[in-house]
């Protein structure tokens, strides 16, 4: 097993501030992009926040990442906006992005705003989560670096491109659904590649399209499957999701969209012939009481959340979970206890402290 | 195999009209039934089309379904609105409703429709296409009788919720989704039933939660699996967006949702305890020059379709399907050739003729 070194959510949060400072953001920008990160940490997905840290930074390096944007929008209608994201963060970006969403559903009933020209946002939950706090329904997507073969092919043409919707409800808390398209998402290899464990069939292919329980396949021309793994068992579906979320996230906006989206790793060369800027997110807002009084949508909220978990579970298993459960308790248990950190993570993130130079004694 | 007889579209359509009229309907919603009912055998969804003609009408005979509804808003903003589709017919229902979202689309930019009180609506790929004729993405989707287990779960909760996706291009033909949210649906068992043959591991499971390949399983309380099968293939992912489905179709807009869908077959009572009126879906039209100019996304879009057909197919593999592909290319032969109908279905539609008192000779 991994050693790991546990850290308050306040002292990697302050951390990665620090960071965004040194990187040149305005502070306001780079708290907003310290809270977006490290709430992956909080909720245990723990491939999205700093652990991706020092790759933010490389991007920077490698000039992929303005680090004072000027985000705007560029076209609109009552209850649409495509926003330009100036090559800013994705952390700082998709907030704002998420905020127009929300100023357009108070006045329209729903708000949709498509973004070009942004990066990497994190984990997508977290920003489908502001709505609720607006009694709204948050939806968030962004297309990713190509890593996925359609049903069928060998090639790589999609990212893991995850969704997010968050429902809120009035004693119940949120449905929070957040999930790449793809059977397993890449920090999942990841984290068996760490163990030297194979994967389980179904999750990725090799270079000729054959599955495999290579958890490094990717790095031999491999690819990772769509939700449904194969087509017997709809990976067609997974495939129509994939492409949903990346025509919404960047022909809406005007992004890079399928094999030509950036990669995440500033070593990977960007596309010669881009057909777009950057990559795309796409987000929504619906006010529940665009529908019916919002007090009627919470009960019944409520009423649906509490008939699924007293679902009657299979054999073996506890409870039926509903979508957010893991997520929220996760939160709970880290903002008391501390957050968990790998050895491998801990020692990159001294690696940056010194190369940002910053004060040693933060971390 | 099963002996089948040719039909042309326009008597099938014929039929199911005259079907309608002797129910009471409205010549127009007459039509405008027709026109749904035999798009799904057009487009090769036979399990959607007149195969289940006598099961909308022995709803009527239960008094389920008013072949004379008020279909009227009941609340709304500039981009949403909830209808009651006053127990009509689905397929008169959605697309009432889909011709609001896409009126709403064209003044606030998007239009969103919440339906309550309604009937099974066919395919939903047919009310997402309504909205690609006027430069707008159409999303559909509804709930259905509950007969997909949850992750971890035994009972039957949600239904196989289909979502559609329809984006209109410029050269190249729409690309268009229609899925349901579980691994296979319904229909796909149905044949297997007929056929008596066993399903693949992964499509269904027993009643206490172990995978089976008895395509009879659900009459012995087995349940169908959300899309991804099982947990370590993303069950849960399927089950998130079942769930997504049945919120935005039923919480939104005050319809039954869960275990309480009423069942599509006339012969299962109705819930006595119902949480809302009939069954429920939700329409989505978002107009694309609401994001950018129309011709731009347009251009993008053919460059996103022509790219993706260009993939690299796997080892024994002609081609890289672009949703929608098989439907269209069914559509095109089926209004040339004529559509196949199994000898099964051609017996309860002589015998639907018969019971209603029409003309022998239409079929």
């Known amino acids: ?76 209608t009552p209850s649409t906006a495509t926003v330009d994201g ?6 700082v970006v998709a907030p704002k992005a998420m905020e127009i969403a929300i100023a357009k559903a108070k006045i329209a009933g729903t708000g949709w705003v498509a973004v070009r020209n942004s990066n990497h946002f994190g984990i997508a939950g977290y920003h489908a989560l502001m709505a609720v706090k607006n009694d709204m329904i948050g939806i968030a997507m962004t297309n990713a670096s190509p890593l996925v073969a359609p049903t069928f092919a060998v090639e790589r043409m999609l990212g893991t491109n995850p969704i997010a919707v968050a429902i ?24 068996l590649q760490r163990k030297n464990e194979d994967a389980p069939l179904g999750w990725i292919q090799d270079k000729k399209g054959e599955s495999s329980i290579n958890a490094n396949e990717l790095k031999q021309g491999g690819a990772l499957l769509p939700l449904g793994s194969d087509r017997e068992h709809g990976s067609h579906k997974g495939y129509c999701l994939g492409s949903i979320v990346d025509i919404f996230s960047a022909v809406f906006s005007g992004a890079n969209y399928g094999p030509w989206v950036p990669p995440f790793v500033s070593f990977l060369p960007l596309s010669p012939d881009p057909v777009g800027l950057g990559l795309g997110h796409f987000f929504g807002a619906m006010r529940i009481d665009a529908f019916r009084p919002a007090d009627e949508f919470k009960i019944n909220m409520d009423k649906w959340i509490s008939r699924f978990r007293e679902t009657k579970p299979a054999e073996g298993y506890d409870k039926v979970l509903i979508p957010g459960d893991i997520e929220r308790e996760m939160e709970a248990e880290r903002l008391e206890n501390g957050i968990p950190v790998i050895e491998a993570v801990v020692t990159d993130l001294r690696n940056l402290i010194k190369k940002m130079g910053l004060d040693p004694t933060i971390l």
């Not at 951390?15 to 310290?34: D, E, N, R, Y």
């Not at 390096?61 to 705007?72: K, L, Q, S, V, Y």
């Not at 100036?86 to 952390?91: F, R, T, V």
């Not at 409800?169 to 984290?191: H, R």
Request: charged fraction near 20%.
């Open 1 to 76: 097993m991994h050693t790991t070194a546990i850290f308050s959510f306040d002292s990697l949060k302050n951390l990665a501030f620090q960071v965004f400072i040194k990187m040149g953001c305005p502070s306001a920008q780079a708290t907003l992009a310290a809270e977006a990160l490290v709430a992956a940490d909080l909720r245990g997905i723990d491939s999205h926040g700093v652990a991706r840290l020092s790759g933010y930074v490389r991007l920077w390096e490698a000039e992929r990442i303005n680090p004072t944007p000027n985000i705007r929008i560029v076209h609109e």
């Open 86 to 91: 100036d090559a800013g963060l994705g952390l």
């Open 168 to 191: 809120p409800a009035q004693e119940q808390p949120p449905f929070v659904a957040d999930f790449a398209t793809t059977t397993a998402a890449n920090g999942k290899l990841e984290i």
